[in-house]
């Protein structure tokens, strides 16, 4: 750029002057250079005059309006286990420059909209919403330097925010694996931290049921609990045999939920049926077409074993369940999984071969739909929505279903085209328990998700009608736990992925780049190391 000024003017008095200016913008790249933020705000400006505002353990939070109490709260903590002292919060405005948090009333609020201003006056966050303020706060976490025992210097800047996405989910899976609460609690803080709004917590599995039901004991007693697992690469080179579970009391499950929520994070449960149900039958065999014998699944893949669909007691079961786990979560979701439910042992049943007589259908896949369907109506008349994978299409769709695409973008375009809403969470682009790298640097199911090619996501496809549009939600990404058996696992897995996700879910589409995106994340990777977070370091 100076090369160019220098060539193109001669007149000593024009050279003075582009120089200047050349001076300016390359003070205002290094500006820039010091703000690195994930997701991409919609919009990012840096004053004219340079300059920062600096937070001591003196400043002062000035909560202006009290129902943002819990932004301060998370900013407080953050502050607290990162850099070693909190702020203290003055529940009025103040004179002095301080981080004032402002509500904004206006006709029509947008959901998650935020502006922030920092300034010689201090910071301002000023938010139509509650969850505004706390993505202003996300914001603000990242303009602090990203180490540890130095002053807290935040540039002055100009930010306008708001998400294109109204979902923005990432999901864990603890049925292969089990993770205890202090992990799920932190995990949903990275959720947080990436102003991702939705965590899809999947309880139960063949190989493990990971939520307490008074009514039925024998599902944690029982099902909870396995007889040693596989060691490597699945079909595995044998059992290891060590007895291998866990379970969320109640209790803990409201614990998580609050947490959540005073994050601004909804958790939507899963309650797999009529597939992926080993667990649920070992506790109780006559669920099954069989009756048994039944075992919690040491190894992973699909089993023939699944819920009886002609069987009536399996409804009054699973209503019952439902009664228990519904008041739980506050979430107007509720996932019923409804994928890899082999039909094998339905051709054989006698119950549910009457049942396909009784009610006309012409298949096991018009019989899941039934299935499905009778489940439904029971949600809808808890006043819940149920979400479903994308197999649920098959034999017809449930009337008032969310389906959740995840082989493929096709189930989403067709559920989009009826009229239904959409999650996006194809295997192609959002499966965190892919490799991220070739060779593959550590025991996966397969597959390969590069960083690059999850960052490419586009989650409204384009061959769906334009007019369909507003049925896509968002996308979530999944993480299944075959082959992550720690907490350290599950972190290397989604580091960096999430931290790209996350902005194709939030940022619009037209400030996307990936080049600008891969300069930031050197900034990010420095973060995952100050929340003391594992992280794949050859992510390509």
Avoid at 304 to 331: H, R
Avoid at 514 to 528: G, P
Wanted: glycine share 8%.
């Amino acid at each position: 750029m100076l090369l160019y000024v220098r060539i193109r003017f001669n007149n000593q008095h024009y050279m003075k002057h582009f120089w200047f200016i050349a001076c300016l913008q390359v003070l205002a790249a290094c500006a820039l250079a010091q703000v690195s933020i994930i997701p991409q705000p919609v919009g990012l400006k840096m004053p004219g005059s340079a300059g920062n505002f600096s937070i001591t353990s003196k400043t002062s939070i000035y909560l202006e309006d009290a129902r943002l109490a819990p932004s301060a709260a998370f900013l407080n903590d953050y502050l607290k286990q990162i850099y070693g002292f909190t702020l203290p919060v003055k529940k009025k405005a103040g004179t002095a420059p301080g981080i004032r948090l402002r509500h904004q009333t206006t006709a029509s609020p947008r959901e998650g909209a935020y502006t922030l201003q920092v300034d010689n006056q201090g910071i301002a966050i000023t938010s139509e919403t509650e969850q505004g303020a706390f993505y202003g706060i996300q914001t603000l976490i990242q303009l602090l330097p990203a180490a540890k025992n130095t002053t807290l210097s935040i540039p002055f800047v100009s930010v306008t925010d708001y998400p294109r996405f109204q979902y923005r989910g990432m999901h864990l899976d603890v049925g292969r694996h089990f993770f205890p609460v202090e992990f799920v609690k932190k995990y949903i803080d990275y959720i947080a931290l990436h102003k991702m709004n939705y965590f899809h917590w999947h309880l139960t599995e063949d190989q493990g049921w990971r939520i307490e039901i008074k009514k039925y004991p024998r599902l944690t007693q029982v099902g909870a609990w396995r007889d040693g697992t596989i060691i490597g690469p699945y079909p595995g080179t044998g059992n290891d045999n060590i007895r291998y579970g866990g379970f969320y009391t109640q209790k803990e499950v409201k614990e998580i939920v609050q947490y959540a929520a005073q994050r601004y994070i909804t958790v939507v449960p899963e309650i797999e049926m009529p597939g992926h149900s080993s667990a649920a039958l070992t506790a109780y065999p006559h669920l099954g077409c069989t009756g048994g014998p039944y075992k919690v699944q040491p190894t992973w893949g699909v089993f023939k074993e699944v819920f009886c669909a002609g069987n009536d007691s399996v409804f009054t079961f699973l209503q019952d369940v439902l009664d228990e786990v519904l008041p739980l979560f506050p979430s107007k979701y509720v996932h019923i999984g409804g994928d890899e439910c082999p039909k094998e042992s339905w051709k054989v049943c006698p119950k549910c071969q009457a049942r396909k007589t009784a009610n006309n259908l012409k298949d096991e896949h018009e019989l899941q739909s039934y299935f499905v369907q009778r489940m439904e109506k029971y949600i809808n008349s808890k006043g819940k929505i149920m979400i479903g994978w994308d197999e649920i299409l098959e034999g017809g769709l449930a009337p008032n279903a969310v389906v959740m695409s995840w082989r493929g973008e096709k189930g989403g375009i067709d559920a989009a085209n009826q009229g239904h809403d959409v999650i996006m969470t194809p295997v192609s682009h959002v499966y965190l328990d892919y490799a991220q790298a070739k060779p593959e640097d550590s025991l996966v199911i397969g597959g390969y998700t590069p960083l690059k090619k999850t960052y490419s996501y586009e989650p409204v496809p384009a061959e769906l009608d334009a007019s369909k549009n507003k049925h896509v939600l968002g996308a979530q990404g999944n993480v299944w736990t075959e082959y992550m058996g720690y907490p350290s696992k599950v972190e290397y897995m989604i580091f960096p992925r999430m931290s790209a996700l996350s902005e194709v879910l939030w940022s619009p589409r037209e400030v996307r780049n990936w080049e600008d995106f891969e300069k930031r994340l050197e900034m990010q990777v420095l973060r995952y190391g100050l929340w003391g977070a594992n992280y794949n370091k050859k992510f390509e």
